[in-house]
T-cell receptor, first 115, second 111 residues
């Protein structure tokens, strides 16, 4: 089975500071990994995805993530936080055994950006 | 524009009542999913369908039912057997690398 763990259910940063949201995965096979963002009362929007090509993946809104197999991590970063980045962020891993392409999600990290 | 449409955005259910949430996609995706979202619990898979006329239970299927008669449509029925249905429900479909495209969600409240 696939699983992801997001460390820290709430993260607070100052505007202009580095954003780091942590995600560790468990997978018995090479995974596909994803980061999504969710604004209140809306669906999830794909930020970026890792599909076994480059280990450093760039996404929308200035976010990027690095796949580190040795650490089983896929942390999300952004050099300079903006107020509009305040939202909930979900890491997800693709299951490859049964269930076709179903995704398993982490429990989410709420990002707060302060002035 | 291609995408996933969920309706209604807000839904109220009385005790003992069945309600159906609509999900339609025009992305030509084969696979579709229903997730339930509760605060602090992330997304939990209710049902999924990889092809028309076929679907499988997810992790929390009890008290829910689905159908997949058309490729574009995957409605979810919340039955009276679901004892705690108040939640935010999200429908999704998956593309070539299994990235999920989501609808805007339906917030269901028991009154």
């Amino acid at each position: 089975a696939q699983s992801v763990t997001q460390l820290g259910s709430h993260v607070s940063v100052s505007e202009g500071a580095l954003v780091l949201l942590r995600c560790n995965y468990s997978s018995s096979v090479p995974p596909y990994l994803f980061w999504y963002v969710q604004y209140p009362n809306q669906g999830l929007q794909l930020l970026l995805k890792y599909t076994s090509a480059a280990t450093l993946v760039k996404g929308i809104n200035g976010f990027e993530a690095e796949f580190k197999k040795s650490e089983t991590s896929f942390h999300l970063t952004k050099p300079s936080a903006h107020m509009s980045d305040a939202a909930e962020y979900f890491c997800a891993v693709r299951g490859t055994t049964g269930g076709g392409n179903k995704l398993t999600f982490g429990t989410g990290t709420q990002l707060k950006v302060e002035l | 524009d291609g995408g996933i449409t969920q309706s209604p955005k807000y839904l109220f259910r009385k005790e003992g009542q069945n309600v159906t949430l609509s999900c339609e996609q025009n992305l030509n995706h084969d696979a579709m999913y229903w997730y339930r979202q509760d605060p602090g619990q992330g997304l939990r898979l209710i049902y999924y369908s990889q092809i028309v006329n076929d679907f499988q239970k997810g992790d929390i299927a009890e008290g829910y039912s689905v159908s997949r008669e058309k490729k574009e449509s995957f409605p979810l029925t919340v039955t009276s057997a679901q004892k705690n249905p108040t939640a935010f429900y999200l429908c999704a479909s998956t593309g070539a690398f299994a990235e999920a495209f989501f609808g805007q969600g339906t917030r269901l409240t028991v009154v």
